[in-house]
């Protein structure tokens, strides 16, 4: 993250801008204040990242030794406070300019965004339209978590189900999942995966599905959609009597837009709670979220769901004949990880991870086929390259989210670092190549800025 000081002049700005622009990513001077010297920041954004924020990344920060926290030790040996608001993906992306055109204003009042939707080209665009100094690719897209998209489901009144690997619940193929949301398996007794079974006295298996989605933008949809696509590219037609894809639908304006021939319930407030509920007291219907929020509910696990239980979430194909739970512990209250240490990410036909935080990310989905849980998904916080690009904001808020952000990627298990504490939180680390990279285009090396900071 590069922040100009005041004073450079217009001269010394345009210099150091074409400089960059004609610079290898990682070589642009580092401009933030001294560790932990920043003062409070704020954010806004997706819901899958509320817990991970407000139980491991923000108390960490404030509280452990890791050396790139800022509990007191480090540093200027201040104690910067870091705010999140759950307002969703899609009012994240918003706050800064994206689906809604040039003529939006910026919004400073957050030093970043949390998604779960990575900005495309467009939205990229629209966000640094509102640049006051040209900086190009200012925007980075930071993967900091991965989560499970869990699919829910509440069973027809007095049904219980059954199937050969998950007795108590039923599991579901992909092209049974896609076919649900397509529109093209619509009675519960259509579904009949590894012996899945509905039974009960008064069960009605021919009850018609109920797929509930939400009111506003999320990112479990973005990764439902794409995850569809991959397994049936075909067009289909919508509730806006258009025809699209699953792909295009998964993105911007088109996120909350559904197949017309599911009648999709939409709820009647913004954000994952009101769909977790709705799904919970809704017999015969399905939805999805993110694992963490739903397990956080306790309305899909024991003792009010689970095994033998009327509202649960739904084992999905492997790809090789068998059915991966979406938690490493199953259907249990108690927490757990995101089954997702085998999933295998993708950014189309183009190489995987993408060349730098400060190109579109959007493309990213994964593989049908993996050891473990399949339907995973990417958190990413929206940060600048350059804060001093954009109006209203300080040097200081560029060096408390250059070192939250460092934080939140140490893998340091003894001092507490981000990464570590994820575990047993219901998500999963990131790793690899991805973390590498993310590493890379956050922290500033001796003289260099790493992809900005």
Known sequence: MRWFRKGIGLAGVLAVTVSAALAVPGVAAAKVGTQCSGGPVTGQGASVLSLAMHEVFIPGFSSKSDKYACSGTQGSKETPVVTYTNTGTGAGLESWGANKGAS??????????????????????????HETTLIPSALQTVPVAQFADTILINLPSGCSATSKSNPGRLVLSNATLEGIWRGTINKWSEVTDNGDALSGGGCNAETTITRIVRKDSSGTAHFLKKYLGLINPATLETEKAATKTWNELSEGAENTTWPKAIGAVKTAAKGEAAEDELVSKTPGSIGFGNLAEIRSSKLFTPPTGGSGKAAFWAPIEDGAEKYADPATNKDVEGLGEANCSKTQYTNGETAFPPASLTVPWNEVTTATTAKKYTLCGLAWVLAFDAYSAFPGTTEGEATTVENFLSYALETNTGAGGGQALLKGHDYMPISGKILSEAKAGVRPKKGKGGTGF
């Open 104 to 129: 939006v204003k910026y919004d400073p009042s957050n030093a970043f965004i949390g998604t779960t939707e990575a900005p495309n080209a467009t939205q990229k665009a629209e966000i640094e339209a």
